[in-house]
């Protein structure tokens, strides 16, 4: 394991989690005869709608006896003071029209560069209208939204890939043109992106859904057979499984009816105003934390990847890091070890990608690197009250655990005198290298400077003073016998419940209060850190080697820092802007790609060193 942060290949399998298109396709069912569509359209009516919206309900159907059961069985959503009549069916993708008229597009409205008109509606009916010159025109209007839309929306690669999950609301829209004329469709009165990303899936255009595809039509018909055909086989190709994966929005709500002291247009306005504008209550962050942490957990004890340490069982170690068994032997600080190592992992290793999985099962989407590093600092702070300390105390942790040689540190019980007795060893055989003691000896020291009587590491502010980051502090204590020795101190303090002492000039750490001892604070951590010599003597070319090799880590870990600070930068509506802006430098690919080319060279000359000394510990080989 080296301490040098070159940015990783995550694994493969760190996409979205993608969902077998049976399990969705099992709600498609064949093309309806004429006969099933007319006992639909009659139910519909005697509901009290016209026959114009029963027959577009019916066409929409995925399934009919679905809807006719919906339709007998209608439900009420009140916002305000205003009612809504819905029903809920599964609704064939196609069949929806992303919104002209969108919330979306309030601010263009409101400043006349839309280039659209609003919806109108139909005195007393749950139906809108849109009127445009031509179809040509409504077509060129909606292309630039729609695909700012595909491109912009963070979401569209999970939907293709699990289905619309979430179902939207969906109105009757009566769209015309003087050279087209009307076709009345379902617009997505809420469900705009999720409808562009299932378009997407499915090859359709906005044209395809309003004109093309129009129900009767023999290229709607031929769509609807292949997509049934697919969803029962196993035996189809990957864009074929993303079809049937988009050829539905289940449990839509389609508004049937509604009850208020103004027109259809502005009370459907209101209500994606009130479902945008007054969402739930959004969870705290530990609770999200710990729900993502809860399902990486299991992901890894189902695959029997979780780090158990010696005398323990997997089930223990499950139970101890979901926080189901509180009533166990481990230190506060040993419980941190066993989480920094099982939820924060190097990028490529099998456990990276069982925490990868889990998260993206949840959310849709492939965590961060800093995000698994998260959820084990909450993990190992769950001792601590739930407040605005907590947030001050995860942040250094999470940074604390940045530096590379702690990802999937092992937990081994030991003392931490005789992990201090081989952690110095390994300083002066090891080189640039971090060993297993090491790295265990700073991940427990770790939790204390953090959550210690007086917290000593804290994360660094932006344009404020000089105030280094955690990893750059415990990677300078790490390089020299003094600063292990300062480390293991902090240890023995912070298990015994004092404040941690500034070990005195050639002291042995000691679980004592030592005589006029020092206090430590922030500021002198920071000052040892810089002062702390690397490694053991410092006459030979052999220390200038490790010297050198520290200041190129050190650099390094800057750069990284550096881009992971670009990588976080947004517009004003929290777009990340290297997602919608990008960056290329041919001199910053050349100059990443010659050190990549030199550390491999490294790396072969390392192995063939080892080779040469017996008395290199085969352990640190090929790191």
Known sequence: MTSASLPAAEPDAAEPHIVDHQMIGARLRPLASTAVLDKSI?????????????????????????????????????????????????????????????IRFEGEHARGTVGMPRFGAIDGQPLLTFEMDSAQAMIDAMGPRIDDMFNNNPHVPSIQERGIETPGWLSFLRLTSNDVGPVTRLESTDGFGRTVAVHKGLGITFKDAVWNLRPGSRRAASLHRDLVEWATSDIVTDEQARKVRCSIMPNARVIIGYSAARRFDRARRRLVAHLHMSPPMNFSTATTLNAKANAAVDNLYEQALLPVPKGMTIDEVRDILDGSNRDHELLDDEVAVLACGALNPHPNKREARAVNEAIADLTGTKPKLEERTQLAAEVALRGFPNDKRLTALRAALERSWRW???????????????????????????????????????????????????????????????????QQILKHLAKSDAGLRQLCQIILDGRAGRDAQELPDASDPQDRRFRESKILTPSRLRELAELSEEGISHDSPEDLFAAAISKFEDKLDAALVAAQDIAKVTDHAGVLLVDTRGFESRSIKDALDAIVEMVGDWRSARRRAARMRPDLDGSEVGR
């Not at 007795?421 to 770790?446: F, N, P, Y």
């Open 42 to 102: 009659a139910v519909g009516v005697d509901a009290g709608l016209p026959h114009e919206l029963a027959e577009v309900l019916a066409n929409a159907a995925a399934n009919q006896q679905q809807l006719r059961n919906a339709l007998r069985s209608p439900k009420i959503q009140r916002f305000g003071i205003e009612e809504f009549t819905y029903i809920e069916f599964d609704v064939l993708a196609w069949r929806i029209v992303p919104a002209p008229d969108n």
């Open 404 to 470: 590379a040689p702690l990802r999937g540190v092992a937990l081994t019980r030991r003392q931490p005198l005789d992990l201090l007795s081989d952690a110095i060893r390994e300083v002066v055989q090891a080189g640039g290298d971090t060993g297993l003691a090491t790295a265990e000896l700073v991940t427990l020291a770790s939790y204390h400077l953090v959550g210690g009587r007086t917290q000593l590491l804290t994360r660094s502010e932006y344009g404020r003073g000089n105030n280094t980051e955690p």
